[in-house]
């Protein structure tokens, strides 16, 4: 294939007689080899193989009445601000104590495993583990592919499981968002929304943060 | 041992069939390979155990760590009629050479006034282009995001339901995606910012979004500890 027949090449200067030399045909294939090893780097290294991984997320349709609140039970607020700082309160917001409810005040958490993950995994045990139990039969097939969506649709979907709610300040960073929703992610969590902070949340964070 | 030695002089390998293998793979590479401009501005989105791949039939919202906003759709046809909707409505003329030009560009973030020199620059030019303010998104005064966002989001359900539509009459499979909206953000990026374009989308009556993230990898605090569901 690659043996190249040569003729009148060099080698028969002697004589006009044409005299079969013994000469090797062959071509020194090794600059093409570099040549095509050259190429094949510079695509491997330029093409782009992998498209951008993205995580699917939907916003609340704003409410009609914009003075309307939005009234959660069972709801848990995720506070963020600046430098990395999540505060959480449980249920609703109370300004002043009311009656046997002590007024809200902001528990601190931070984005480590020992906090805010510890935090998420023990809110959220029961769901974990119904959504585990699921896991386990669908591996076992005892579950149909939909049924055992169907189900953890509906374990997720749970009345009495928590809503997450998330707030941030002006001076949040969006990587504190993501970082906050992809730990709810990992913690199965099936009902989160990120919203408006208002108005004596904003002052009691900013109380807090003495900012 | 039973082969002969070689009759003295170096000793000769047979490279055709690693030319051949070479350049096998550099024909599959050169095929496969889909170059991309350079974007304008360089951002480094979070991590997140995401694991949704970014749909090929996208409209990207990008924000970098100054809140500048650029605008960038995928499907070629989708981006000419936006274009020219643009074009009408903020009176704005392209010469169909510029609009030729404007496919090819990744994302851009310059005023719609300014656009056909920024398309008329070179790519050198162009990343040192002048005001390279990001898409103004001024909902009273200024609202070109909007505006872009929403004639690119029809243009593209037009151009998908056309593409649909002529391979059910041809009788082939149809595998296009309906278009989606991404929004790629810089980690650092203050929320409020994001909160704005998202305002914009919202106000359009678009609530679903693909949040670009990069793939979790070592590094990361929350990597520690995690639970591991078949999830």
Redesign the interface.
Known sequence: ??EIAEDGGGGHKKGGKKRAKKQST?I???P??DL??L??TF??L???FS????????????PKEPTEQTKVKNGVTFL?TKDDRVFYYEKEFRAKPEGENAATDLTELN???ES??KFM?DKNKAM?DA??AL?EK??KRQLADTTYKRL?REVKADKNSYTYLIK?D??????????L???L????VGKYVITDITKPELDLLNAKTGG | MSKKPSKGGAP?L???P??DL??L??TF??L?????MAEPVTVD??????????P?NHIMVT?DNDGRVFFGISNTTAKINALRSMAQKYKVSFTPEQEKKFTGLPSFGVDIKDLPRYINASENERSGFQPQKGVPNDSLNNPQLKDWIAFAGREAVLAYNEAKEKAETSGQDFKAEKPRY?I????????????DV?KT??DLKI??????????GGG????????Q???
């Open positions: 294939m690659a062959k020194d294939m090794t093409m080899v095509a090893f190429l094949l695509f491997v330029t093409s782009t498209k951008p991984k993205s995580m699917e997320l939907t916003f609340p349709v704003p963020l984005f480590s495993a805010l993950h995994l974990q959504i585990k896991d669908f591996q953890v941030t002006d001076k949040a960073s969006y990587k504190n968002v993501i970082d929703i992809d730990e992610n990992i913690n199965l | 000769s047979d490279m055709t690693m030319v070479a350049f793979l550099v590479f050169m496969t390979a889909s170059f991309r989105p979070p991590s997140s155990i995401g694991k949704v791949t970014l090929d924000i991404a790629k953000c810089d980690g650092k990026t203050k929320y409020i910012l994001v909160k998202v989308f919202t609530y679903q979004f693909n949040l670009i993230t990069s793939l979790e990361t605090v929350l990597d520690e500890g995690k639970p569901n078949g999830l």
